[in-house]
Each structure stands twice: as C-alpha cells, then as structure tokens.
C-alpha cells in the first residue's frame, strides 16, 4: 500500500461546488425586491412586525404635532409678541419727548420682557422689510404684519439670543430686542426625547422578549437537526410559548417512535438471525459426518453463502444501530481502514487532512467506509480515498479505476440484494447490501451517498457527511 494525495489537476471543479456551503448569486433573484428585502429569520421578522407599526404611529403623532400643536402654539407666541409691540408702539404716541420715550420702553421693558430702543430721525433703507429665514421668523413676522402698519425688518443674526426687530415710524426708528424663549417652547424637543426614549424602551422590551421565543424555536430546530444525524439530544427541554412546546412535545413523541421502532427492529432481527443459524450449524454438522464428494463439498458452498447473506441482512439492519456517537477524527479511522484494506495487494492512495473531528459512530462509519472501498477493490486495479473538509460538510470520496456503472443504474444498486454482478455469485458479487449499509448509515448520520463518474476513469462513491 502507498499514500500519497491525488492530482489536484484531475480534481473536478464540480466536486468542491457540491459542497453548497454558499448561495449561487442570483439565487433569490425571482423574488419580489421588496421580500428580499426582508429579514429571513424569525427573530429578525417579529421585530419588523413590532416596529412597523411603532414607527408609523411616531410619523403620524410627529406630523400631527407640526402640523397642530406647533403652528397653534407658535402662531399664539408670535401674536402675543407682536401684541406686545403693537401696544408699546401706540403708547409712543403720547410721548411728546425722549424722556417720556425711555419711561414707556423702561415700563414695557419690565412687563413684556422684550427690549426696546429709538432712533429718532432715521429711516430704514427702502424695500428692507425682511420677513426671515427661519420658521420662527416668519411667524413673527407674519402676526407683526398684521398689527403693525410700519414697515418693518427682523433680522435673525442679532444675537444667538434674541431677534431683532426694526420699525419704521413717523419720528424715527424703534428697534425690539425679542428674546427668542418668548417666541419658542421646549415642548417640541420634550416631545421628541419622549418619543424616542420610549420607542427605545419598547424595543429593548420587544427585543429580551422576542429572543427568548425564539431561541426555543432555534433549540428545537438544532436537537430535531442532531436527532436527524443520530446524535443524542439528552438536554433537550421543552420551553416557550405554548405552540412552541407543542412542537417539542410531537418532536419528543416521534423520537421516542422512532427509536422503539428501531429497537423493536433489531431484537427481532436478533431472534430471526439465532433461529436461522441454529439448522445452518445443525446441516454444516451433519455435512461434517458425511462421507467428503462433490454433493457434499455443493452443500457446503451454499451453507457458507446462507451465512453471509444472513451476516449482510443483520449488518444492514444494524446500519442505524444503538452505538453511542461520540467525537471521532475522520483522518485518523481512514488511515486505520485503508491501512488494513490495503494487505490484500489492492493498491491505496490516501489524501486526508491532518486532522478532522466530527461527531461519529465509529464502527458504524468504518462499516459504511469499508464497504465502499470494498466495492472499489472488487472492480478497480487501484483504489483512491480522499477526505475534503469544508465550512459545514466532509466528503470522503472513494474513487477506482474499474469499468464503472451506466448512470440508469447508479441508483439501483442501492436497493437490498440488487448487486452489480448479473450472475449473483457470491464470490464476485457479494450479497447486494454493501452499498445499502453504507447509504443507511450515511442518512443515520445525517449524510448521504450518491455514485458518479471518476476522474480516475471509474465509479466515485461520494459520501458527505454533517459537521
């Protein structure tokens, strides 16, 4: 037996693309934008659902708020101003000097909070009167319009704090410190802070809550995945809201099911095999004190051929087995089984990693192996066995050099008792359920096998197996 890692040049693009670890670009492309838009998993779905609705109801309070409480409270603010001023400015026509001028603008100063000044003899440049830039602006101005029938111009950049506004009377010039906390209400901003802080807690609340619904629907889904692939799922609890213990409740009666039935199965095929070898141990006897010709030595054949197909049947049966799945290293039981495949002068080529852990039943697995190397021994020269290790999946594939097998045929042979040989002897043939176990411990692991074209010229066994 030699080792040595296959030609990576005669290595099929199409067997690494087997692997299915990522998705085909344009995959998803036949559905609608707005679905692919959407998140896929449950967790991320039931929040869309919870916000939706939440975000909505924020933009029609937020455009109820504008368009209502800001207008009305705004307009009402700039009135009042604009009041203030229009009241002020009448008052000036009683005042017959700057002295009385400076009494009535230190009177309303103290009243109104608003700041006035005069510039007697001055004049405003024509076409000035300036309505502002802001939204703040133009209600003041709009209400000063109304009570005041100077012109008049609002400059914005006076101070950080205040507006000033510039009046054109009959005598001069009267400006109007308005400070802008007469003209502006904190509501909005509270109103805003509310909203979102709320809409915060709502969705850290939603999010606690809707990850624990969800991780029970995630734990069901892994234990129902490892019961697939024969592992044990003794942690396993139900938990969540009431569906999703219903579905752990139907999930742990179909395992309990499923695993009398396969006891159920071997204990009978345990009796039918006892009771089958009892007469074939009573005949090889009675042949053994007969007296030794061709008849005898006949007899002695098919007795031998009785006892394997009976030795194939229970191994069949046994495929899925009550052995424990417990770590294995893949590389390791293929080196052992080419190394002891390999004495009957059949050569092996080994190509594994250096090391490739996965949940196992090992003998199992070594049966399933076995008869496909065994398969590729019978009908190559020479024999090829690799490991590929991907993200989620292992393939060992198990290439020869022999005749191969027409592709009508390549999923029939999987089938018990069908076998590649027409002739149905023993000793080319075998019994017809080498493949069969290896396919039925391939699924009990969660994997499958499916036979193809070699590279090598041959038959490929491709079997993929769950990490």
């Known amino acids: 037996m030699s080792s040595s890692p296959i030609d990576p040049a005669r290595e099929p693009a199409a067997a690494f693309a087997a692997l299915g670890e990522k998705r085909a670009p344009g995959a998803d492309s036949h559905r609608r934008w707005y679905k692919r838009a959407l998140p896929r998993s449950l967790y991320g779905r039931s929040l869309l659902i919870l916000i939706l609705p939440l975000v909505l109801a924020q933009v029609i309070a937020t455009w109820v708020f504008y368009d209502r409480h800001w207008d009305v409270v705004a307009r009402r603010l700039s009135t009042s101003v604009a009041a203030d001023i229009a009241l002020t400015l009448d008052s000036l026509s009683i005042a017959d000097n700057q002295h009385e001028r400076d009494i009535i603008f230190d009177r309303a100063d103290v009243d109104t909070e608003i700041f006035y000044g005069f510039r007697p003899g001055e004049t405003l440049p024509a076409g000035m009167r300036r309505s502002g830039t802001s939204r703040i602006e133009e209600q003041l101005a709009s209400a000063i319009a109304e009570r005041v029938a100077f012109p008049f111009q609002i400059d914005g950049d006076f101070d950080p704090r205040d507006l000033l506004v510039s009046i054109q009377t009959a005598d001069g010039v009267m400006e109007v410190a308005v400070p802008k906390k007469r003209l502006f209400t904190p509501t909005t901003y509270i109103f805003m802070m509310w909203m979102v802080g709320s809409s915060l807690v709502l969705l850290i609340v939603a999010s606690l ?259």
């Open 209 to 467: 809550f809707m990850r624990n619904q969800v991780k029970a629907l995630r734990r069901l889904a892994t234990a129902a995945d490892d019961f697939g692939k024969g592992r044990d799922v003794p942690s396993f609890r139900l938990e969540g809201a009431t569906e999703v213990r219903q579905a752990g409740m139907a999930f742990l009666k179909m395992r309990e099911r499923l695993q009398r039935q396969v006891s159920q199965r071997t204990e009978m095929l345990a009796g039918v095999s006892h009771d089958l070898r009892t007469p074939l141990t009573r005949m090889r006897l009675a042949l053994a004190l007969e007296t030794e010709d061709d008849g005898t030595a006949e007899l002695k054949a098919d007795i031998a051929a009785m006892e394997r197909m009976v030795q194939g049947y229970i191994d069949f049966v046994r495929g899925e087995g009550s052995e424990e799945t417990r770590p294995t290293d893949l590389a390791i039981l293929l080196s052992e089984l080419v190394a002891t495949m390999g004495r009957d002068g059949t050569p092996l080529l080994l190509a594994v990693p250096d090391t490739c852990v996965l949940p196992l039943r090992p003998d199992a697995m070594r049966r399933c192996i076995g008869n496909l190397i065994g398969n590729a021994q019978r009908y190559g020269r020479h024999v090829w066995v690799t490991a590929v290790e991907g993200r989620h999946w292992i393939e060992v594939l198990v290439d020869d050099d022999g005749p191969g097998l027409p592709p009508p045929e390549r999923e029939n042979v999987f089938r018990p008792f069908v076998r590649l040989d027409p002739s149905r002897n023993p000793e080319t043939g075998g019994t017809g359920l080498g493949l069969p176990i290896a396919r039925d411990v391939a699924r009990a692991h969660g994997g499958e096998i499916s036979l193809e074209e070699s590279p090598q010229g041959g038959l490929r066994a491709r079997l993929r197996l769950p990490k």
